[in-house]
């Protein structure tokens, strides 16, 4: 294990700090390390495991098509992209997609539609479109989606950043309307922050920020990436307010936990705005990951991941809310997207995570302060309860340790 570790410190870039385990297989809920130990996973890969790992199902329908077709490019038809454009388009009321490769291309779809949108359509003057965003957000690591992070390190020594933007605080709909000008493109948002530490806005919040974008002819850009496709307990969140965004980007899940698959999904008039030539990726879209994606879908709906995802959620809450610990000062979230926010005065993140990890749960801390709780959706009760015992014994160390001492 430790010179698996070393191996990958030699010869990868050093852009993430990985926790201590060298994790080599996975079913369902469960992965397994190198030295056998079993772990329920409760990261699912930032929401892209949301069908469990290894899901049969999956696996199959990636076999036959690898064995197929797999990458043409864009350059000819296949027979299997429309299928399941068709079915995304259905599942989330919209008209048309276009496929790309990650969650930020995705994102960086949606800006470029906004801002073509904004000079063909609504009439801004050249280069002075803007695109309104939210503080605390996370859409991607592109030069594009960073020059709008609110977080410093993001940014840092990434200059000279891309304009056009504005930041306003989330869950503030004053600042929405007071922010619009006869430039703003677009307002783009996450229904719920995910990165950002699983912050919840007010009921509300979405559908009168889609009140106001209409009203003022300013398109809705629905982040759904990870929010989506069931996660929490709905086909994409924004359904829980009965919104339809002027756009929405999925990703993470849709590749069904084995392919980065993602889409930029809009209006037939914000689409439209894309011709031949103007915007493309060479595995966009291509066979194999139309197949998976395909699949991802279909299993999506019929094993119920969305409701899965709401019972599940409420009954996980309800019983994290039953711990009592000191270390919790806040738990929050819709579905199976849950924070728990730990006192840092108490506990640091990365060390709850590690006697979190010595009792069985893998998962990792955003910003420090928020725990997150985001199991594949295909969790089942008896495995709930497990989990929040080891929470639970968890937290019971850790509030009778000297964290500085024992994080070393
Ligand atoms: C993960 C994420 C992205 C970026 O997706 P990548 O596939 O990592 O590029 C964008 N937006 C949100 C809300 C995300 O959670």
Redesign the pocket.
């Known amino acids: 294990m430790h010179n698996l570790i070393e191996l990958e410190r030699k010869y990868c870039a050093d852009n993430y700090a990985p926790l201590p385990f060298v994790l080599t297989r996975g079913d369902g809920v469960y992965v397994w390390d190198t030295e056998g130990r079993q772990y329920m996973d409760m990261m699912s890969a930032?929401?892209?495991v949301s069908h469990g790992h290894v899901h049969p199902r999956l696996i199959k329908a990636l076999r036959e098509q690898a064995e197929q077709l797999t990458v043409v490019s864009r350059a000819f038809h296949t027979d299997k992209l429309g299928a399941f454009l068709k079915k995304a388009c259905l599942l989330t009321s919209m008209d048309k997609a276009l496929p790309m490769n990650?969650?930020?291309?995705?994102?960086e779809t949606a800006l470029k539609a906004a801002r073509k949108w904004a000079y063909k359509i609504k009439g801004v003057e050249k280069d002075k479109a803007k695109i309104i965003v939210c503080e605390g957000n996370?859409?991607?690591?592109t030069i594009s989606?960073i020059s709008f992070s609110s977080e410093p390190q993001y940014r840092d020594g990434f200059g000279p950043l891309t304009p056009g933007f504005k930041m306003i605080p989330y869950d503030d709909t004053a600042a929405l309307e007071a922010s619009i000008t006869a430039n703003t493109a677009a307002f783009l948002v996450?229904p719920i922050q995910?990165?950002g530490g699983i912050i919840v806005p007010e009921t509300g919040y979405l559908s009168r920020c889609a009140e106001i974008c209409k009203d003022n002819n300013v398109l809705l850009l629905c982040?759904?990436?990870?929010?989506g496709l069931g996660r929490t307990g709905r086909m994409l969140a924004s359904d829980h307010e009965h919104v339809k965004p002027d756009g929405i980007?999925l990703?993470?899940a849709l590749g069904g936990g084995l392919l980065?698959v993602?889409l930029f999904l809009a209006r037939e008039n914000l689409m439209d705005v894309f011709q031949p030539g103007d915007h493309g990726s060479t595995f966009g879209g291509n066979p194999l990951a139309a197949a998976v994606g395909l699949e991802a879908l279909n299993t999506i709906v019929d094993e119920h991941l969305e409701e899965r995802a709401e019972t599940m959620g409420d009954y996980f809450i309800r019983k994290l809310r039953e711990i009592k610990s000191p270390l919790i000062k806040k738990i929050r979230g819709k579905g199976l997207l849950i924070g728990v926010e730990i006192d840092t005065r108490q506990v640091s993140g990365a060390h709850a995570c590690a006697v979190l990890a010595e009792h069985g749960i893998l998962t990792k801390d955003t910003h420090e302060n928020v725990i997150r709780f985001s199991p594949p959706l295909i969790i089942n009760g008896f495995q709930i309860d497990w989990a929040v015992e080891q929470i639970e014994k968890s937290l019971g160390k850790l509030e009778t340790q000297d964290w500085k001492k024992a994080a070393g």
Do not use: C, L, N
């Open positions: 930032y929401s892209a990650s969650g930020a291309e995705a994102v996370f859409h991607g690591r989606i996450e995910g990165e982040d759904e990436i990870q929010t980007m990703g993470k980065p993602s």
